[in-house]
């Protein structure tokens, strides 16, 4: 039974459009929801986090939106940059973290 | 650098044979964590220590896997009888236990091969 899911596994994005990346879960009791980005034969970089009482978080160019109601998250970049290629995972906080299965997002010129 | 760092990189053995891996996390940091992922996977959730204390195995974690905080600085892993189904990537993740409890810092991972 995962309990966090993201159901798109790729994701192609020019540069300098918006990168929108989805993410949904299942129990209503996390409390924390975070983002990592993952490049080959690395560990996973955090990006960016929200509490489970807020509906947004903005940090530069990364903004986190979330749905309660829904159970729904996602993960905003503007303006998107080749940089940012790698693999995207959603993530819950129940003091372990657990995850989804990523999502790859590729941004072409 | 004084971010979470693992050892080795890259272990290959055979199957059968028992391996260690080590985790040293940011000095701070008194809560670590062991995660595995497979190819096309999310990191899964295997242990996690705070200070010394093993605070919460995971229920998938085989008998032949145990974990070590001694001194609640470094963490070692231990895989014993190694099976070609543990070839996996063993990730550590460290973080705070107050405040920004909720962001785990990882490192780069120890890339097991079983063959």
């Known amino acids: 039974d995962q309990q966090v899911k993201q159901n798109s596994p790729s994701l192609s994005v020019q540069e300098g459009r918006i990168s929108i990346l989805n993410c949904d879960y299942t129990?209503?009791?996390?409390?924390?929801f975070l983002w990592y980005k993952k490049y080959p034969a690395e560990g996973p970089t955090f990006l960016i986090s929200?509490?489970?009482?807020?509906d947004k978080n903005e940090d530069g160019r990364f903004t986190v939106f979330l749905n309660k109601s829904a159970k729904h998250l996602s993960l905003h970049i503007v303006p998107s940059q080749p940089g940012d290629s790698a693999v995207y995972f959603c993530?819950?906080?129940?003091?372990?973290?657990?995850f989804g299965t990523g999502t790859r997002l590729q941004v072409f010129p | 650098d004084t971010g979470v760092s693992q050892n080795p990189r890259h272990k290959i053995t055979k199957r059968g044979q028992n391996v260690t891996f080590r985790c040293d996390p940011i000095?701070?940091?008194?809560?670590l964590y062991w995660y595995r992922q497979t190819l096309g996977q999310g990191p899964e959730f295997l242990t996690y220590?705070?200070?010394?204390?093993?605070?919460?195995k995971s229920r998938l974690l085989s008998d032949r896997f145990s974990a070590e905080r001694p001194k609640g600085s470094f963490s070692t892993l231990e895989i014993q009888r190694t099976e070609q189904g543990d070839s996996a990537m063993y990730l550590c993740?460290?973080?705070?236990?107050?405040?920004?409890?909720?962001?785990?810092?990882f490192g780069a991972g120890t890339r097991l091969s079983v063959l």
């Open positions: 129990n209503s009791m996390f409390d924390y």
């Open positions: 993740a460290s973080s705070l236990s107050v405040g920004l409890a909720h962001i785990q810092y």
């Open positions: 220590f705070q200070n010394e204390a093993q605070l919460e």
């Open positions: 993530a819950a906080s129940e003091d372990k973290l657990i």
């Open positions: 000095s701070e940091h008194n809560r």
């Open positions: 929200i509490s489970s009482i807020k």
